[in-house]
């Protein structure tokens, strides 16, 4: 579904990304893992086209993502979360997520002028599959609160909904479990699981990998700029180039102690 | 009905003055809830008003169509140079749009074949009428509201909120923005139009970084959380000066002194329904 084609990144003479490529299978929960300054959040600014990759390609569904507008990226079915998390503050909860409806609500003008049939069609159709998104993540009951008022892992499931909403395909979260304490992981995974179970593909980066381990199918490991291993759970946490990644390597494990 | 007679012969410009500042301060609301500090409304209020008095002075056209090219005359010009001025953010922004107005300003002083230069227009008829006003009023105001209800609405605060966040949600930010600026650039040509027709002369120094500030203090004073807002603070700063006649001459000072007041103590503004419901609540 999505694609990766040694793409590489660079600020200035700094190497963010080399050469990475990857695939992301339609249907499955992708997981991208990596040390913190690996280069996996400029992964999802490359794909959703906030930045524009230094060299390779991306394609989704057979078209190159490369060049186009972050709007159009979201109209095409790819949305995403953000890891400083987002939402529209001082919007209520429904109005953030019908936001994220915006390309789909194709009302003219002189529907919108006019206030015709098809508008408030349009705006109520809206407003009743806000709420059933927000239904989806458990916070339908406090769907006219100001967003600001939401604790940060209610904060989190909002920007969950909210990318819903525009209807994509490919689902990208940066980092969905951080700052979270542990049953609000836990929540959380049963939430992405039930996203999946709806038809979604799911590509996560994170860095806590139990998180990761009991969610995803596959699994790429970035370490500076770079692929180092792929595959599934067991097959990454096996690989010696992870673990010494994660933990480091024997030597330094002896000066440390 | 004598009374209400002596007191329009007296007060008519005044009241029709509480009018088209309202569409100014208007104009400049739609920049800022999109999320701009675009400055270049003065500007805009000035090519509307030079557009459609040259149009019923020199072309003899019919007066609403006079208005009509006072509002499309600076929608054009906000079309061409939004392109490249829109995509700067904040202060930028500002400084940009400012110094189209001192462009303007000075490109009016010296086409004086047309506009009489320095020297402004002279002998403008006097067609606007109260109910122009009021009627361009209604109408804006009824167009901000329906826009403010829809998914137009919608996306100029996500992109006030959240620019970054807006385009993933599928809005096209750059887009949206140039039909706000488009938008208020008409409003203010509006204004400028119907002031012309009222007031007998235009000159270039009326359109300049004063009447900038003036329109942005009106707005602030008001607050952006509604229509209604941009037009008491325009209400309001219009009818100062007139309260407050012997301190006219510092009415800049004291506009000065009102928005570092508002800015300090009512960052959003005079006009907050959040804030009403607050003080409401807490009384019952």
């Known amino acids: 579904m999505l694609e990766l084609q040694s793409v590489s990144r660079h600020f200035g003479g700094l190497k963010v990304l080399q050469d990475v490529s990857f695939a992301v299978p339609a249907g499955g929960i992708f997981g991208l893992i990596g040390p913190n300054g690996a280069g996996k959040t400029t ?3 490359l794909i ?18 490369v060049g186009r507008k972050p709007h159009r990226i979201t109209a095409g079915g790819v949305a995403r979360t953000f890891q400083n998390i987002r939402v529209f503050k001082e919007m209520t909860l429904l109005e953030n997520v019908i936001v994220g409806m915006h390309a789909r609500l194709d009302y003219g003008p002189a529907g919108l002028l006019l206030r015709l049939p098809g508008f408030r069609a349009a705006e109520r159709a809206a407003r009743d599959r806000a709420r059933e998104l927000l239904s989806w993540v458990r916070l339908d009951h406090k769907a006219d609160d100001i967003a600001d008022n939401l604790s940060y892992g209610e904060q989190r499931k909002l920007e969950l909904a909210r990318a819903l909403a525009t209807e994509p395909k490919l689902l990208l979260l940066d980092e969905p479990v951080a700052g979270m304490n542990s049953a609000e992981k836990t929540e959380l995974m049963a939430e992405i699981r ?33 692929i180092i291993a792929q595959g599934g759970p067991d097959q990454v946490r096996n690989d010696p180039q992870v673990i010494e990644a994660y933990l480091g390597r024997d030597d330094e494990a002896e000066v440390a102690a | 009905m004598e009374a209400f007679e002596s007191f329009w012969a007296v007060y008519s410009n005044l009241v029709l003055t509480l009018g088209t500042n309202s569409l100014l301060a208007l104009s400049i609301y739609l920049t800022l809830s999109c999320g701009m500090l675009a400055m270049a409304n003065a500007a805009f209020m000035g090519i509307g008003a030079y557009s459609a008095a040259l149009l019923t002075m020199n072309a003899g056209v019919s007066f609403p169509l006079a208005l009509a090219g006072g509002m499309a005359a600076p929608a054009v010009v906000a079309l061409l140079i939004g392109g490249p001025t829109l995509r700067l953010s904040g202060v930028y922004l500002a400084m940009a749009t400012l110094a189209f107005g001192e462009v303007v300003r000075i490109f009016i002083i010296n086409t004086e074949a047309w506009t009489g230069g320095a020297l402004g227009v002279n002998g403008i008829p006097p067609l606007t009428a109260w109910w122009h006003v009021a009627l361009g009023l209604v109408l804006a105001c009824l167009v901000l509201a329906l826009l403010r209800r829809s998914k137009v609405g919608r996306a100029f605060e996500a992109i006030k909120l959240d620019e970054t966040a807006a385009g993933l949600m599928g809005i096209d930010v750059n887009a949206y923005k140039m039909l706000a600026f488009v938008l208020g650039a008409m409003l203010a040509g509006l204004a400028g139009a119907l002031n012309a027709h009222l007031t007998f002369f235009i000159g270039p120094n009326e359109y300049g970084f004063d009447r900038g500030v003036e329109i942005l203090t009106m707005t602030i004073l008001g607050g952006i959380n509604g229509l209604m807002g941009p037009i008491s603070g325009a209400v309001i700063l219009t009818l100062l000066p007139e309260l407050l006649r012997g301190l006219a001459d510092f009415r800049n000072v004291f506009n000065g002194l009102i928005l570092v007041l508002i800015v300090l103590f009512l960052p959003r503004g005079l006009w907050d329904p959040a804030r009403l419901r607050g003080w409401l609540g807490r009384r019952s």
């Open chain 1, 194 to 226: 039930n996203i999946q179970s709806r038809g979604y593909t799911i590509f996560m980066i994170e860095h806590d990998m139990r998180f990761v381990m009991g969610l995803c199918e596959h699994i790429a490991v970035l370490n500076f700029g770079r």
């Open chain 1, 43 to 45: 992964v999802v600014n």
């Open chain 1, 48 to 65: 959703t086209g906030l930045l524009p990759p230094t060299s390779g390609d991306i394609l989704f569904n057979g078209a190159s993502l």
